[in-house]
């Protein structure tokens, strides 16, 4: 009687789920690890050590060369020609370093803009962690029996493709079709949930296969910055907040 019991239970359909790997890519580079600092310096020197005077620094260096081959001669006579061509030389370095003051005087007054910023404790915000990939997710208890970060899902409904399961379902959490990217129709990743038979949903299906489609952010304009329902995390915050076999699933396509 269990054997018949459980062979009817797996004779049951599957439930097709759509759900949305939705990516805001970083704005801005992350801060490099200690290996890579070190390595980008060896790389600057390198460049350094294999380049050559470009125009501006081959005319600066001419101008310094009379200026110091005249030097050398002022015990001599210098013909007018020659103190032409002093006094020119010495005119142009003084417009050169005029000019590399004022430079120098602009870089000052530069600052870079801080990485951080009042949106990163927001985790409804997409413009938290700027030098991060992040990725919309919400809180759910329904589809891995426990309460867990997931990525939003929804029912395929019948005669729906999956990329307009994914378009419909982007909808309901406030993200208009035009400001993403769909980098397939085909699903990036799928998953088995199998249902416990004694559960509401394993009355009608043996459990539910979730079909993840992979979609870019490529405008954050006309975003509900303050929409509770989901949030935007990375991938270290899924891994904390997701169960283990689920996030691992997740990683391979991340």
């Known amino acids: 009687m269990a054997a018949q019991k459980l062979t009817k239970h797996y004779q049951k359909p599957w439930q097709l789920l759509v759900s949305v790997c939705l990516t805001r890519t970083n704005t801005v580079t992350k801060e490099l690890t200690d290996i890579q600092t070190r390595y980008a310096e060896l790389m600057e020197k390198v460049e350094l050590e294999n380049s050559v ?42 417009n050169i370093q005029d000019q590399e003051d004022i430079w120098a005087q602009d870089t000052a007054k530069l600052e870079v803009a801080s990485k951080t910023s009042f949106h990163d404790n927001n985790k409804q915000s997409p413009h938290r962690l700027i030098d991060q990939t992040l990725h919309m997710s919400v809180r759910d208890d329904s589809l891995l029996n426990e309460s867990s970060t997931v990525l939003p899902y929804t029912p395929l409904n019948e005669g729906e493709t999956l990329r307009q399961a994914s378009e419909r379902l982007l909808g309901t959490y406030g ?13 990036c990743g799928v998953i088995k949930i199998r249902f416990k038979e004694n559960e509401e949903r394993g009355q009608v299906f043996q459990g ?26 990375s991938v270290s915050e899924i891994q904390e907040q997701s169960q283990i076999e689920y996030f691992q699933r997740l990683e391979r396509f991340l």
């Open 53 to 94: 005077y470009n125009d501006y620094e081959t005319r600066k260096l001419e101008l310094n060369h009379v200026m110091n081959r005249t030097g050398a001669q002022q015990q001599k006579k210098l013909s007018e020609k020659e103190e032409e061509k002093i006094t020119e030389a010495s005119r142009m370095l003084a």
């Open 208 to 233: 539910a296969k979730v079909f993840f489609t992979k979609v870019r952010m490529t405008s954050l304009d006309n975003i509900d910055t303050q929409n509770t329902q989901r949030d935007w995390l």
């Open 175 to 187: 993200i208009p079709a035009s400001n993403t990217l769909f980098l397939s129709n085909a699903p």
